[in-house]
């Protein structure tokens, strides 16, 4: 497993009537390039040279939305019977959760000394002493943070994802 957690600042910049999604390095100056920036899109090539499973990213910057997932299903890893464990286990899962949409700009703060989406994450019930859902996580994300913070927070998956889940424990 791996687990990246990127908490500053994003930038959109426009090429050709689209937008590009990018991370902003402490040390960027005020108007940046984009050899100045982290692409989102290079990023999430570079994570195809990983040789692990199971890949999770979580985002907390603005504009950092990759694709969006509609769905409120939940689930308890405790429901699920080994066979469907070993097969999550088994299989590629890449999985991005942003802090907002690829539109939204995201709360620096507003929970204590943390943003929304960190407190946020902080917080969720279920990784009380047990071992936790990333899309479980996700959906948490998407109840609680429109309560303090105008932002929606977004699911987004990697090339190789083979559509199962990651567990994990906090």
């Known amino acids: 497993l791996v687990v990246m957690s ?12 689209r937008d590009e999604g990018f991370l902003v390095p402490f040390d960027c100056p005020s108007t940046p390039t984009p050899f100045n ?7 999430s090539k570079w994570f195809q040279y990983i040789k692990s499973r199971h890949i999770l990213i979580l985002l907390d910057c603005c504009f950092s939305g990759l694709s969006v997932l509609r769905n409120k299903q939940t689930l ?11 097969t999550n ?5 890449k999985i991005v959760i942003n802090a907002g949409t690829y539109t939204e700009s995201v709360s620096d703060g507003g929970w204590g000394e943390n943003s929304i989406f960190t407190g946020s994450i902080i917080s969720c019930p279920i990784f ?3 071992v936790g859902s990333a899309l479980n996580l996700y959906y948490y994300l998407l109840q609680t943070i429109p309560r303090y913070s105008n932002q929606t927070p977004s699911i987004g998956k990697l ?10 424990s906090l």
Do not use: E, P
């Open 37 to 43: 920036l982290i692409s989102m899109r290079d990023l």
């Open 6 to 17: 990127f908490h500053g600042h994003g930038h959109t910049l426009t090429f050709n009537s």
């Open 128 to 130: 009380d002493n047990t």
């Open 159 to 168: 090339q190789g994802d083979m559509g199962t889940d990651i567990f994990l």
């Open 89 to 93: 286990l088994k299989s590629s899962s």
């Open 76 to 86: 308890n890893h405790k429901d699920l019977n080994i066979k469907a464990i070993v």
